[in-house]
């Protein structure tokens, strides 16, 4: 598990920080993201973004045909491999939540309080079931919010307006769920996001064989690890995929509409 621990000393420090575990991350940084289901596609996937470096290394975790999870906040990363395996091994995300918590021994990070009171963290299945945990000591603003085949979650957010927005920016954008999942995070940035500002987003959509070559099951996978506006350049990277699956001239099979591939052959 040394890959667990090197992650956890980069990324655990900075996503979300509870005022007893201050003098790990004197920034003080959080999160918000959102998991989503294309009930059309079979596509599942989400979309983060926070004031910390490389965000994505800890948050997002996903697998076609299984699920996918995000963990944040007072974090815990290996709650998202745990929440993977669980998935696979049949559980609904309701149990997985209670499951992780209790097996949860909250051994404390580098000699000093990390409290699993203080852990975020959200499960949705491959046919877009999901649920989400704030704890009630995870630095305020904090909470999540349901939607219609997504949840969105954040700490250290300007209100609950910000996933308020979030949820409403994906019910209400219309497209590959790609596109989606960025709407959801601008959303959540107009609504006052993060409030000590941006850094880093990331993206990953998955979905059985449609990835680009031989057995790859990652449709996209984004990562925008240092940037004024890292919502900005996320949502140009999607646009260019959406754009270059558009304009392929047929789609692999089982594979129609994902990320925005045509449905039937083109004729050209």
């Given at each position: 598990?040394?890959?667990?621990?090197?992650?956890?000393?980069?990324?655990?420090?900075?996503?979300?920080?509870?005022?007893?575990?201050?003098?790990?991350?004197?920034?003080?940084?959080?999160?918000?993201?959102?998991?989503?289901?294309?009930?059309?596609?079979?596509?599942i996937?989400?979309?983060?973004?926070?004031?910390?470096?490389?965000?994505?290394?800890?948050?997002?975790?996903?697998?076609?045909?299984?699920?996918?999870?995000?963990?944040?906040?007072?974090?815990?990363?290996?709650?998202?491999?745990?929440?993977?395996?669980?998935?696979?091994?049949?559980?609904?995300?309701?149990?997985?939540?209670?499951?992780?918590?209790?097996?949860?021994?909250?051994?404390?990070?580098?000699?000093?309080?990390?409290?699993?009171?203080?852990?975020?963290?959200?499960?949705?299945?491959?046919k877009?079931?999901y649920?989400?945990?704030?704890?009630?000591?995870?630095?305020?603003?904090a909470?999540?919010?349901?939607?219609?085949?997504?949840?969105?979650?954040?700490?250290?957010?300007?209100?609950?307006?910000?996933?308020?927005?979030?949820?409403?920016?994906?019910?209400?954008?219309?497209?590959?769920?790609?596109?989606?999942?960025?709407?959801?995070?601008?959303?959540?940035?107009?609504?006052?996001?993060?409030?000590?500002?941006?850094?880093?987003?990331?993206?990953i959509?998955?979905?059985?064989?449609c990835?680009?070559?031989?057995?790859?099951?990652?449709?996209?996978?984004?990562?925008?690890d240092?940037?004024?506006?890292?919502?900005?350049?996320?949502?140009r990277?999607?646009?260019?995929?959406?754009?270059?699956?558009?304009?392929?001239?047929?789609?692999?099979?089982g594979?129609?509409?994902?990320?925005?591939?045509?449905?039937?052959?083109?004729?050209?």
């Amino acid at each position: 598990m040394r890959w667990v621990v090197a992650i956890i000393g980069v990324v655990a420090l900075a996503i979300g920080v509870h005022p007893r575990a201050q003098t790990a991350d004197l920034l003080g940084t959080g999160t918000f993201s959102i998991l989503g289901y294309d009930a059309d596609t079979g596509e599942i996937g989400a979309a983060v973004q926070s004031r910390v470096y490389s965000v994505g290394n800890g948050v997002l975790w996903a697998e076609a045909d299984v699920g996918v999870s995000a963990t944040q906040a007072i974090v815990d990363v290996s709650y998202g491999p745990k929440a993977i395996a669980l998935l696979r091994a049949g559980l609904t995300p309701d149990a997985i939540i209670k499951a992780i918590l209790d097996s949860d021994p909250d051994p404390g990070y580098a000699g000093q309080p990390w409290p699993k009171a203080g852990r975020q963290f959200a499960v949705m299945d491959a046919k877009g079931n999901y649920a989400a945990y704030t704890g009630p000591e995870a630095t305020k603003w904090a909470g999540n919010k349901s939607g219609k085949f997504c949840t969105a979650q954040g700490n250290i957010l300007a209100g609950p307006q910000v996933v308020d927005n979030m949820v409403k920016n994906f019910e209400e954008t219309q497209g590959p769920l790609s596109l989606r999942l960025v709407a959801a995070l601008e959303g959540g940035q107009a609504g006052g996001g993060d409030t000590r500002g941006q850094q880093s987003a990331a993206l990953i959509v998955v979905k059985k064989n449609c990835g680009v070559w031989l057995h790859n099951d990652v449709v996209l996978r984004l990562q925008v690890d240092d940037n004024p506006e890292p919502i900005k350049e996320l949502r140009r990277l999607v646009e260019l995929s959406v754009n270059r699956e558009k304009n392929r001239r047929r789609p692999t099979p089982g594979c129609e509409g994902v990320n925005g591939a045509p449905r039937t052959a083109v004729a050209r």
